[in-house]
C-alpha cells in the first residue's frame, strides 16, 4: 500500500503572508489534487494535476499558486494569507484523472493571525 | 444552491444501534456515487461506491443504496461501535473523463457508549 504526506500538519501564518503546503505520495499516481475543506463544509477543489509539470485550476484556484515538479509532490502556495483565516487543505491522488478513486492525506490545518 | 445535500448534519446514537445517513443531489450527469469516513483530524478514507441505477453494496457494517432516478442515496450503519464516531461525507462524481467531484457537507455521528 501507499501513503500520501501532507507537511506541515499544522501552519500559524500573519496577515499577507506567502505560505507553501507540500504533499508527497508513494503510488506512483499520475493525478494529485489541493482541495479546502472549511468547517462544516464541502471540499472544494483550488488545484489539480493530472501528470507531471501539469496544472489545472479548480473551483476555488484565486489567491492560491500550485507547482507539480515531480510526480510524487504537489505544493500549493498561499499568495496572500487573509487575516483570521481558518481552514485544512487537504492533499488527494489517483491512479488516472478518469479513476474516481482518491486516496487523501491527513490534512494541513491552516490558522492566520 | 447546494447540489449534494446530507442529512442529518449531525446525529448521536448509543454503541450497538443502527443508523441510516442520507444524501440527496440534483448533479448531473451522475456518473457514480462514493460514501468517504472522515476521522477527526485525518483524511477522507473511501467506504464503497456505487455506479448503477439501484445499485447495493456492502461493506463489512456498511452498506448503501444508490436510486439515481430518485437522485438518493443511504449509508447504514449496523451494529455501531464507538470507532465509528466521524464525519460521513457523500460525494457524486460528474463523468469519468473529467473526474468532476461534488462533495457534501458531511454528516457529523457521534457514538457515545
Known amino acids: 500500500g501507499g501513503i500520501i504526506t501532507q507537511t506541515p500538519k499544522f501552519l500559524i501564518g500573519q496577515e499577507g503572508q506567502k505560505l507553501t503546503l507540500k504533499c508527497q505520495q508513494n503510488?506512483?499516481?499520475?493525478?494529485m489534487y489541493w482541495y479546502r475543506q472549511d468547517s462544516g463544509k464541502g471540499l472544494r477543489l483550488i488545484y489539480y494535476?493530472?501528470?507531471?509539470?501539469?496544472?489545472q485550476k479548480g473551483d476555488l484556484s484565486e489567491g492560491y499558486d500550485a507547482s507539480r515538479e515531480k510526480k510524487s509532490s504537489f505544493s500549493l502556495t498561499v499568495t496572500s494569507a487573509q487575516k483570521n483565516e481558518m481552514a485544512v487543505f487537504l492533499c488527494?491522488?489517483?491512479?488516472?484523472?478518469?479513476?474516481?478513486?482518491?486516496?487523501f492525506g491527513h490534512g494541513t490545518k491552516l490558522s492566520v493571525l | 444552491k447546494t447540489q449534494v445535500e446530507q442529512s442529518p448534519q449531525s446525529l448521536v446514537v448509543r454503541q450497538g444501534e443502527n443508523c441510516v445517513l442520507q444524501?440527496?443531489?440534483?448533479?448531473?450527469?451522475?456518473?457514480?456515487l462514493r460514501w468517504f469516513k472522515q476521522d477527526t483530524g485525518k483524511g477522507l478514507v473511501s467506504l464503497t461506491v456505487?455506479?448503477?441505477?439501484?445499485d447495493k453494496t456492502s461493506n463489512g457494517r456498511y452498506s448503501a443504496t444508490l436510486d439515481k432516478d430518485a437522485k438518493h442515496s443511504t449509508l447504514h450503519i449496523t451494529a455501531t461501535l464507538l470507532d465509528d464516531t466521524a464525519t460521513y461525507i457523500c460525494?457524486?462524481?460528474?463523468?469519468?473523463?473529467?473526474?468532476?467531484?461534488?462533495f457534501g457537507d458531511g454528516t457529523v455521528l457521534t457514538v457515545k457508549p
Open positions: 488527494a491522488s489517483s491512479i488516472q484523472i478518469s479513476n474516481e478513486r482518491l486516496f
Open positions: 503510488f506512483n499516481h499520475d493525478t
Open positions: 494535476s493530472i501528470t507531471e509539470n501539469d496544472l
Open positions: 444524501c440527496n443531489y440534483s448533479v448531473t450527469p451522475d456518473n457514480h
Open positions: 456505487l455506479v448503477h441505477e439501484n
Open positions: 460525494v457524486v462524481g460528474h463523468n469519468t473523463n473529467t473526474g468532476k467531484l461534488t
